[in-house]
């Protein structure tokens, strides 16, 4: 489930192609499980929810040392992302016994050839096909100004449209509908809903077979011919307590009986589902997730072990309100998994890229188009906005570089066009007044503009690591 980013990054890789996980390993991938004891003040600090900050120092196989509140702690890597040393990671609460935490982020410092190889030489399938003709709407809908555009809506400056194709509020509108669903009114907050989606998850999982071995324990499952059979054997072995429980009609009784006397019937068919069902459900009660579920088997297996009738009629009912409050949930779990926590990944990458935006972060956006391949650096700075694009061609490369202030009384733009094609470089010099006019049509001030003819790459190379030397620049997965 990889979204890989520097300081933002793969925008539409975020935004369009990331994978949701597996329900059942949702847990186990993400996770870090401390080995040493944490003191009560330090697990004071750790309330569920809250993202904790946390750099490891060393790594060794599966085990890292890891600084948390000025703290050195070893954990045990349960995910399945590799982490190296130095790598700062974004950390929630998942579970106190024994105590595990989610990793909802990582970062690994970059220099910045690594950056250059994503924008320039990227080798691999890049992550978007771009229609050059859509890249403004592209941006400008990515949802990295959707806040903005919602200010601009209270105060009457873009229409509802405008805010309604933007891919933040398509995904706000998403999360929240389905959230709706589940709980049948209005879910006013994210971490709420991801809280329900997970409560969700816990509850259905496995539950199909939860219910099925359920039923096998108390012979539900059994057709005309095997109940038959059966109670045919249970009368040649002379166990009429057995018989009375089925006259009655009383399946705890009949249950505990079975349990208590599954010697005598493990030859039959009847006995070797009824043992193999009584195992797996042992099994899935150390194995549940859901704390209520879990709760439930404990009571369950006391009763049976203690033959407490009425105690197990009582959480028997109790298993089959829950598990039948879970089938309500079963057809929300597959929405889930197919969309909900791809909707919330996407969001968070949203979120991540503004977060570091906002702290003079840089977007990097390998792309291809009509089967060539490019990339695009978009940094904001304290002052200025600055963006390159790079388009390979077999002929050569044109890349572009801009620079805007971040004002609204000026919308201009200074502009530097590289390209070490002397063909390419002819049309630059010869379309610089049509560039012009384009520029003008869309409201802003061309301020400079400068051709430059490099004799290669590593030229490129060299200018942009002047005009990118100071950026934060980190791979963030």
């Known amino acids: 489930m990889e979204i890989r980013r520097v300081e933002g990054v793969f925008l539409q890789h975020a935004l369009e192609t990331a994978q949701g996980l597996k329900a059942e390993n949702i847990s186990k991938q993400m996770n870090l499980k401390l080995l040493t004891t944490v003191p009560q003040a330090l697990l004071e600090t750790f309330p569920e929810g809250t993202l904790l900050e946390g750099r490891v120092v060393q790594t060794q196989g599966g085990t890292l040392r890891v600084m948390l509140n000025n703290q050195e702690l070893v954990a045990e890597n349960l995910s399945d992302l590799e982490i190296k040393e130095g790598d700062q990671l974004g950390l929630v609460l998942e579970g106190k016994n024994p105590i595990t935490l989610k990793i909802v982020s990582l970062q690994r410092r970059l220099n910045i050839e690594q950056v250059l190889q994503f924008v320039l030489d990227f080798q691999e399938e890049p992550p978007i096909n771009l229609d050059l003709q859509k890249l403004q709407a592209l941006v400008k809908n990515s949802g990295l100004f959707y806040e903005r555009k919602l200010l601009d809506f209270l105060t009457g400056k873009v229409d509802l449209k405008s805010i309604l194709e933007d891919t933040k509020a398509q995904l706000l509108s998403n ?231 971040k004002t609204e009384k000026v919308k201009a733009i200074s502009l530097n066009l590289y390209t070490n094609s002397e063909l390419f470089y002819r049309k630059m010099e010869k379309g610089k007044a049509l560039l012009e006019s384009m520029l003008k049509e869309e409201g802003l001030q061309l301020r400079a503009l400068k051709l430059n003819l490099l004799p290669s790459s590593q030229s490129l190379k060299e200018v942009l690591k002047e005009g990118f030397y100071g950026a934060n620049l980190y791979l963030v997965v």
């Open 175 to 405: 999360i929240f509908n389905l959230a709706g669903q589940i709980h049948g009114g209005e879910v006013k907050d994210i971490k709420t809903i991801d809280q329900l989606f997970g409560m969700v998850l816990k509850r259905t999982e496995n539950l199909k077979e939860i219910g099925n071995l359920l039923r096998t324990l108390y012979l539900e499952n059994l057709n005309h011919w095997e109940f038959t059979q059966f109670v045919r054997f249970v009368e040649s072995i002379g166990k009429r307590e057995i018989l009375e429980a089925l006259e009655k009609g009383d399946k705890d009784a009949l249950l505990i009986l079975l349990s208590k006397g599954l010697k005598s019937i493990e030859d039959t068919p009847a006995g070797k589902s009824f043992s193999l069902a009584f195992e797996r459900l042992k099994q899935f009660s150390l194995l549940v997730k859901d704390e209520e579920l879990g709760n439930l088997f404990r009571s369950f297996f006391e009763a049976v072990e203690k033959e407490d009738a009425n105690g197990l009629r009582e959480v028997h009912k109790r298993l089959e309100n829950f598990i039948e409050e879970g089938r309500r949930l079963l057809p929300f779990r597959e929405k889930i998994e197919k969309d909900g926590l791809v909707w919330l990944q996407q969001l968070n990458a949203i979120s991540q890229m503004q977060r570091l935006m906002v702290n003079e972060g840089t977007v990097v956006l390998p792309f291809k188009w009509e089967g060539h391949r490019g990339g695009m650096l978009i940094r904001t700075q304290k002052n200025e906005y600055k963006v390159f694009i790079n388009l390979n061609y077999p002929e050569g490369f044109v890349s572009a570089l801009l620079s805007s202030p």
